[in-house]
Each structure stands twice: as C-alpha cells, then as structure tokens.
C-alpha cells in the first residue's frame, strides 16, 4: 500500500513569494490533515478535512494562508506572500474513518526556506 | 502550561537497556494516546497506542496509560543504536483530533 504523497520535497522562496505544497492521502482514507512542524517542536495542525470539507481550521493563519480539498483527495496548501517566520516543515498525514481510533499516517513532508 | 509535556533530552541509555519515556497531558478529556518515533530530518512513524489504563505491550515497545494521573509512559526493552529518535506523544481527543509534545530525544549508545 502507497503511503502518503507530498511533494515538493524542498523548497527554498524569497519573502513576499507565494508557495503551494501538494498531498495524496493514503487510498481510501477520508480524513487528511496539514501540520507544521517546527525545528525542535512537536507537529501543529493547520488544518483537518473530512472528505471535501474543511472542519477544524482554526489553527491556520488565514490572512496569508489557504487550502483546498478538491474531489476529497488531493490537498494543497498555499502560503502567499510567505513571511520568514514560515520556515518550516509542512507535514501532510492522512486516516480513515473505520473503526473507533483514527490512526494518523504521515507523508514525508516538504522542507521549506523562506530567505 | 502546556497541553502536552516530554523532557526534551537528550535521554541517554546504554544498548541493551530499558529507555523510559514519559508524558504528561492536562486534557482529562483526552480518549486515546499515541506514541510517533521521528528520525532525523524525517517524518514521524506510528510505533503504537493506547486507550485503556493499563499496559499494552507491541514487541519491545510496551506502553503504559494512568488516565488519573494524566500519566503515559513509552518503555523500550533491549534499546539498540537504531532506536535512536525522537519520541513524539500525541494524546487524542474524542474527535481523533491529535495534540503533540515536543518530543523526547533518546540516544542509544553501542
């Protein structure tokens, strides 16, 4: 079974520019979250999508970030302008809704460098 | 205070012997708990969970839950280099929703 999809694996922008991560969730898994983690921290969650729908998305910075969920696959999450202070790596992970317990699976996440 | 407690380590063991890791959450709420191992520069990887008091044991990995005591424990038996990680603890809502700690860093030395 293929794991969760992220690309790019790095990247590295000026300030002010925009930036879009890209995630393919696990087959079959209706819920797929976007975290950010931090050098040294834990992972932080941005946002949570049950199929197409966003329906915890208190964590993400909406001024300059975005996300979508088209057909409740696919993710990408948009960051524009880009601030140094969203250095970071963006962790997509992915679960399905059978069962009592979600368990979270993590794509390899992209590294990103804002100069 | 934060929602979710681990030293940060580095926690140093010999190899062969017993690495205690230990969290503390202040969610009473909190249903189920989740241990991640993250390498270095990688993402994190389910080792195991827990949802009930007690023990539950996943080859060397043994887990331990004190719901009263807001209380999780992650016990490595016979440590190797290759455990050498971060630990994450991330306890789980009723919504399966995930809080993390900022993880413990071990260090198995040959």
């Known amino acids: 079974e293929a794991g969760v999809v992220q690309s790019p694996r790095y990247k590295i922008i000026e300030k002010k520019q925009p930036v879009a991560f890209w995630c393919n969730p696990i087959?079959?898994?209706?819920?797929l979250y976007w975290y950010r983690q931090n050098l040294g921290q834990g992972p932080e969650l941005l946002i949570r999508y049950e199929n197409e729908e966003a329906v915890d998305d208190s964590q993400l910075p909406k001024d300059r970030f975005s996300a979508e969920r088209l057909k409740g696959v696919d993710s990408t999450l948009k960051i524009q302008p880009a601030e140094l202070g969203d250095s970071a790596v963006y962790l997509c992970?992915?679960?399905?809704?059978?069962?009592?317990?979600?368990?979270?699976?993590f794509g390899p996440g992209t590294r990103l460098l804002v100069l | 205070q934060k929602e979710v407690e681990q030293n940060s380590g580095p926690l140093s063991v010999p190899e062969g012997a017993i690495a205690s890791l230990n969290c503390t959450y202040s969610?009473?709420?909190?249903?189920?708990f989740f241990w991640y191992r993250q390498y270095s520069g990688k993402s994190p990887e389910l080792i195991m969970f827990?949802?009930?008091?007690g023990d539950k044991e996943d080859g060397r990995f043994t887990a331990q839950l004190n719901k009263a005591s807001q209380y999780v424990s992650l016990l490595i038996r016979d440590s190797q280099p290759s455990d050498s990680a971060t630990y994450l603890c991330a306890p789980g809502n009723a919504g399966n929703m995930l809080t993390f700690g900022g993880g413990t860093r071990l260090m198995v030395k040959p």
């Open positions: 827990i949802y009930s008091n």
């Open positions: 992970a992915s679960s399905s809704l059978e069962g009592m317990w979600r368990t979270q699976y």
């Open positions: 969610d009473r709420g909190s249903q189920s």
């Open positions: 087959s079959g898994h209706n819920t």
